[in-house]
């Protein structure tokens, strides 16, 4: 494994990231964590980049034992910073910026007097390097002990080694794909200098975390857990029934603002297809009863949804403990299951300052106070792409894997104005059309999101020989990758024309579409 230690710089889980694609396990934890109670010891170091300066009096600084550990270090920018600092003090000048694309010249010393081991970083890469640069600090000399490894026309110590140890830093961040042979570098580090296993794989992932769960959970001990028919409740769902079998409990509670034919479509994958012990609430209307008469307030309808989804949830975990507590070998209901995934982690645990309180970061906030539930994460250690390769890994159906996200107050928010039965049937038939035509086209993966929207006006339009005086769908399809900006998806006129026609002649109650041309901002990927 190998230690990232965070220093709070946007770029830093990119470093995890990188190494896993290499196979090599990595964790990441704050840069103020402790060594002595780490518990393993890490084949290697980075130190990530960070936005303070080394010298400030606040500045965060790693666990000085670090350097003890006589394992090989890696300094990335800030963490450059912090192994100049801790070898003198005085080699760090003030602050001048630099962002952007740099060229790096690489420096080469053989086998000479310093040992070949500060050319091992660049192994294998060229003299000329296209690297991604942001940093406001810089050495102004080497400190003690150290050699240049590369330079760039502003930074002449843009890469250093150290003459005995193998300790390295650079000043450039090769975890961005700005840096274009950066994940060989970071592989040289990694697999030739701290000779790294590259054992770490998908299936040896599952095998860990059944095994995990198992002992976590005990013999008898139970979990309960929401699913939602989306990839990242779908896929935990199906590595604790691989764990536990039945002693898992998942609910899919019916909200009556799901899509068309979901909750039964869901509960037919979930129980024939994968064989999860499923447990379906049709609450719709208890939902639909108290959206009613709310007309112009989206944040009242995510607080309707999200209270009466607690509500219902803890009922039904109630009646499923009561059930369950009947049969020979069953323990209490002590666990909630939540499909966390790493960026959550990331942005719980990463470091934000000397000060920082630490933030817990998860989805069904209201569920765990009241409950006596202890938190089960199988996935807090995937990024998405990684769940959906799990996914495949446990033989979840493709289409299930890649489905787009979906919000939790479901369509409510698709319908603008008030949310009734009526308004619900329209919005669903249209939005299906939307998305059966566009898988049809071939563009279901490249499309992030799309939806109809159903807008509270109406317009005129003439039908057959009549004058109809109906409703307005708004159709909206975003390209994004991280969904904090989108932009509209340029579909061509013969595609929007077929939906239209579609919609039109088979949504009743519908007589005009329109197609949203917003990115994100000024606006958001939802309309309410
Ligand atoms: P916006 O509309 O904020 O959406 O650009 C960004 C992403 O978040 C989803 N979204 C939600 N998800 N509850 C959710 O679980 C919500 O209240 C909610 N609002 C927006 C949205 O679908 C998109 O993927």
Not at 372 to 400: A, C, M, S
Not at 472 to 488: G, K, P, Q
Request: glycine share 10%.
């Amino acid at each position: 494994t190998i230690l990232v230690l965070d220093f709070g710089s946007q770029y830093s889980h990119l470093i995890t990231r990188r190494l896993r694609e290499l196979n090599v396990y990595s964790e990441m934890l704050p840069c103020t964590q402790k060594l002595a109670e780490l518990g393993w010891t890490p084949k290697g170091v980075i130190l990530s980049g960070g936005p303070y300066s080394v010298y400030w009096d606040d500045a965060p600084h790693v666990d000085q034992a670090v350097f003890e550990l006589n394992v090989p270090i890696l300094g990335i920018c800030y963490g450059l910073q912090e192994i100049a600092w801790h070898f003198g003090k005085n080699v760090l000048a003030g602050e001048k910026r630099e962002y952007g694309h740099a060229n790096l010249k690489v420096e080469r010393h053989g086998d000479g007097e310093v040992g070949g081991h500060v050319d091992k970083l660049f192994k294998g890469l060229e003299d000329d390097m296209e690297v991604w640069m942001s940093h406001g600090d810089k050495l102004s000399h080497l400190p003690e002990g150290f050699v240049t490894v590369a330079t760039t026309a502003n930074a002449p110590f843009a890469g250093m080694a150290n003459k005995d140890k193998p300790l390295y830093g650079i000043q450039f961040h090769p975890e961005v794909t700005h840096t274009k042979r950066g994940k060989e570098l970071l592989k040289n580090f990694a697999v030739d200098i701290c000779q790294a296993r590259t054992d770490w794989t998908m299936g040896k992932f599952v095998d860990q975390e059944i095994a995990r769960i198992r002992a976590l959970v005990g013999e008898k001990g139970q979990v309960i857990g929401a699913v939602s028919g989306g990839v990242d409740s779908t896929v935990a769902a199906k590595l604790m029934q691989e764990a536990i079998g039945e002693r898992f409990h998942a609910v899919l509670v019916d909200n009556g603002v799901l899509r068309l034919n979901e909750a039964q479509q869901v509960k037919k994958t979930l129980t024939a297809g994968l064989g999860i012990n499923l447990t379906v609430v049709d609450a719709s209307e208890r939902f639909l009863g108290r959206l009613k008469g709310v007309t112009d307030d989206p944040e009242k309808k995510r607080k309707i949804i999200g209270n009466t989804f607690i509500e219902v949830f803890q009922e039904t975990a109630k009646e499923i403990a009561a059930k369950a507590a009947g049969t020979p070998n069953a323990g209490e209901i002590e666990w909630l299951l939540q499909g966390t995934l790493y960026p959550d982690v990331i942005e719980s645990i990463s470091f934000k300052g000397p000060s920082a309180t630490i933030k817990t970061h998860h989805n069904v906030g209201g569920l765990l106070e009241g409950m006596h539930l202890k938190l089960i994460e199988p996935l807090r250690e995937l990024f998405k792409d990684e769940v959906r390769e799990l996914g495949t890994n446990l033989g979840i159906p493709e289409d299930l894997v890649w489905r787009h996200p979906f919000p939790g107050p479901g369509i409510a928010i698709r319908i603008l104005g008030e949310v009734t039965p009526e308004q619900v049937r329209i919005a669903r038939e249209a939005d299906n059309i939307f998305i059966e035509e566009i898988k049809a086209a071939g563009l279901y993966r490249k499309i992030s999101q799309a939806f109809a929207a159903l807008l509270p006006v109406k317009a005129v339009g003439v039908m057959g020989d009549k004058r109809v005086h109906d409703q307005v769908i708004a159709l909206r399809a975003v390209e994004t990758s991280d969904f904090m900006t989108a932009d509209w998806y340029p579909f061509d006129g013969e595609f929007l024309k077929r939906v239209s026609r579609r919609i039109v002649n088979e949504v009743n109650g519908v007589c005009r579409v329109v197609y949203d041309i917003t990115s994100k901002p000024p606006g958001t990927i939802e309309m309410e």
